[in-house]
């Protein structure tokens, strides 16, 4: 069976590892901050849009 695993490009992968030292956090908290910023920015995005094509 074949897994489904993720890519990440070479930038991506330098911005964490310079976070992880710059902050000195773990490698599994940033990233974890990372993606909820990036959900979080997500939905944030998908209200204004909800919001700015209502029926009036």
């Known amino acids: 069976m074949t897994a489904s695993r993720r890519r990440f ?22 990233a974890t901050a990372y993606v909820s910023a990036r959900k979080l920015s997500a939905y944030a995005d998908a209200v204004r849009h909800a919001s700015s094509h209502r029926p009036r």
């Open 9 to 30: 490009t070479q930038e991506f992968k330098e911005k964490l590892r310079r976070e992880v030292i710059i902050t000195s956090k773990p490698i599994k908290d940033t």
